[in-house]
């Protein structure tokens, strides 16, 4: 009705106005705002299965994905202008929760077509289990293709073997990993585990 726009989202009504005409919608702000968001949407969009269930306690109000592109935003984004600006992937959490992060977590990318993840058993700490399920990262920034799984070997297990596409050979790839409990209710902070090149 008028300048106001009704609708739902979520299970959740609300009103809006229009939006007004933008005479000019290239001005410096907006120009590194859309740099800055289409350079974390190439981050995200290959790992939406596993930003789903890394932030699926922060989906009040929002989705998990746009939880996750706030997050990476607002804390993540290096640089000063728009030719210049990265993402910082040591901060950049594809995963936030309560439950206790992997320990020493290292990779290894000799062996061609795969990961070799590893980490220390820290299932006695805080709110750790034995049976906590390993969530593995392996992001290809060169094509922004990713494999990445979910319900990976326990947590004291200390080891899991991610296979990568031949074609990612010479690649540089990002590494990350997390935790999830064995009823999924809870899952941990991911941790970058750095980059490398693979095999």
């Known amino acids: 009705m008028g300048n106001v726009v009704g609708a739902s989202w979520k299970g959740i009504d609300y009103i809006r106005s229009k939006p007004l005409h933008v005479k000019n919608p290239r001005t410096e702000g907006q120009v590194k705002q859309r ?4 350079l974390v949407l190439r981050f995200l969009q290959p790992n939406l299965g596993f930003i789903q269930v890394g932030y699926k306690n922060y989906t009040n109000k929002k989705s998990q994905f746009n939880s996750a592109m706030s ?6 984004i290096t640089g000063t202008s728009p030719l210049d600006y990265e993402i ?5 959490l594809l995963s936030r929760g309560m439950l ?3 320990l020493n977590g290292t990779t290894d990318l000799t062996t061609a077509g795969q990961v070799d993840f590893s980490w220390d058993d820290n299932s006695t700490d805080s709110n750790a289990n034995a049976t ?5 990262v392996v992001f290809n920034s060169d094509k922004t293709e990713s494999v990445y799984i979910t319900e990976g070997p326990d947590r004291s297990t200390g ?5 990568i596409p031949d074609s990612w050979s010479g690649d540089t790839v990002e590494l990350f990993m997390a935790f999830i409990n064995e009823d999924g209710t ?3 902070n991911s941790n970058y585990l750095g980059s490398g ?3």
């Open 100 to 102: 206790s992060s992997a």
């Open 132 to 136: 906590d399920k390993s969530m593995l």
């Open 35 to 38: 740099t800055k968001f289409n």
């Open 197 to 199: 090149t693979a095999s």
């Open 159 to 163: 080891s899991a073997i991610v296979n």
């Open 186 to 188: 809870l899952v941990s």
């Open 88 to 92: 910082d992937y040591s901060l950049a």
């Open 71 to 76: 997050y990476i935003l607002n804390n993540a």
